[in-house]
């Protein structure tokens, strides 16, 4: 697959970008959309001491900016035990034509993820029905931890309580086998 990233030009016309970011804030973030290690999903492994290294920076100026980024303007999030990073707003910035090729791209990238929760992050900027559905089916494979009540952007309420009312159909029917082996 090519490795390339198509970036939206209205990427510089938003607020955040055009008003909100310092000059090496907008570099980093655009570093963060488009370095070696990005991937198709928008989540991706990379130490900040690489980042500090291929920008040219001091690792305690990545990792002020990284923070800010974070903190302050919630365009990432970083796992420092994974070591991941996600870009939020993935897919309003990068345009990705769908095609079976990326497809099984994507999924093959999304299985290789290790703090699924950040795939949530970038969820509910997909706007391609197909590539979100892909998206969706694996963070319901692979993060049902969740508790009732918990923010999970990529499960709406009422797949919860479906989910929810299967679980216990399912225990309902398991207690009533018992019940008759007895």
């Known amino acids: 697959m090519a490795r390339y990233r198509m970036i939206n030009t209205d990427f510089w016309m938003t607020p955040i970008v ?3 970011l310092t ?5 980093l973030y655009i570093y963060l959309l488009t370095n070696y290690h990005t991937t198709q999903i928008g989540i991706y492994r990379i130490l900040k001491k690489q980042i ?8 305690e100026h990545i990792e002020s ?6 903190q302050q303007h919630n365009l990432i999030r970083y796992n420092p035990e994974t070591r991941e990073v ?8 990068i345009h990705s034509r769908g095609g079976k090729p990326v497809m099984d791209c994507i999924d093959s990238e999304l299985r ?10 970038v969820l ?7 590539i979100r559905s892909l998206y969706e089916k694996f963070f319901d494979r692979n993060c049902n931890n969740y508790e009732e009540g918990d923010a999970t952007p990529a499960l709406d309420e009422p797949k919860r309580r479906q989910k ?12 009533k086998k018992l019940l008759k082996q007895i």
């Open 18 to 20: 055009g008003e909100e």
């Open 23 to 27: 000059p090496d804030e907008r570099y």
């Open 52 to 59: 500090a290294v291929e920008m040219g920076f001091s690792l």
């Open 65 to 70: 900016l990284m923070e800010s980024l974070e």
């Open 86 to 93: 996600v870009m939020i707003n993935w897919g309003n910035m």
């Open 112 to 121: 290789k993820v290790v703090d699924t929760s950040l795939i949530s992050y």
């Open 124 to 130: 509910d900027s997909i706007k391609r029905p197909e």
């Open 164 to 175: 929810k009312k299967k679980k216990k159909k399912k225990k309902k029917n398991n207690n």
